[in-house]
Each structure stands twice: as C-alpha cells, then as structure tokens.
C-alpha cells in the first residue's frame, strides 16, 4: 500500500522558517513528479513546488508566490521530499499536501493537481503576523 505521509508543520512568526517532509512507503517514485500544494481556508488546493523528471533530469518549479523563498528537494536513499520555507509570510498559511504521480504524465503539467494519484493527509502551517 503506498502511504505518503507529511511531518513539520506547526506555528512560526512571520520571517522565520519551517521544513517540511514527506515520506515515501510502498513504492519508489523515481522518474515521476512528487509535488506540494497548499490550502488555505476557504480556497482551492493550488500548487506550490514541484520536482519533475524529463530527459534524465531532475528539474524544479515553483509557484511565483513562493519562489525564491522556498525550495524542494528529495532524498532518494531515503525516498523523502522536503520543502525548505524560508522568509514566511502570513499568506503561506495553509495545509500543506505531498503528493506523488504513478505515470509520467504531472511531468508535463506538473501544476495540475489531477495529474497526481498519491495524496498525503496534509501538515498544518500557520504563520503569524
């Protein structure tokens, strides 16, 4: 059974930092995008970060809302994805998903949270002001 499993959230003031995890069971997710959303109250699930495969290579993308103060990156020894959030402002404040694709296809369109079959149950961030 493929479990995805998220760890770190918690309470940080606005500026400070968190780092969150996401551990992998089940199967590897070599060669396929994992990825993290966010949803804050009252809104839809958006993208936040992704690693995606194409060509042999690992390649990142992020949200414009939180490039340059977040950053993704996975063990594969490990079979873990972590997200590094720095410079935290109160509008990050949201549910945090890890979440895995079984095929290749959230390598093309890696922001589309339907392309993703493996969710995690979420780690709250609440970033105060």
């Known amino acids: 059974q493929v479990q995805l499993v998220e760890s770190g959230g918690g309470l940080v003031q606005a500026g400070g930092s968190l780092r969150l995890s996401c551990a992998a069971s089940g199967r590897t997710f070599s060669r396929v995008a994992m990825g993290w959303f966010r949803q804050a109250p009252g809104k839809e699930r958006e993208f936040a970060a992704v690693i995606r495969w194409s060509a042999g290579i690992y390649y990142t993308e992020y949200a414009d809302s939180v490039k340059g103060r977040f950053t993704i990156s996975r063990d594969m020894a490990k079979n873990t994805m972590y997200l590094q959030m720095d410079s935290l402002k109160p509008e990050d404040t949201a549910v945090y998903y890890c979440?895995?694709?079984?095929?290749?296809?959230?390598?093309?369109?890696?922001?589309?949270?339907?392309?993703?079959?493996?969710w995690g149950q979420g780690t709250k961030v609440t970033v105060s002001s």
């Open positions: 979440a895995a694709s079984s095929s290749g296809a959230a390598n093309y369109t890696p922001r589309d949270r339907t392309r993703y079959d493996y």
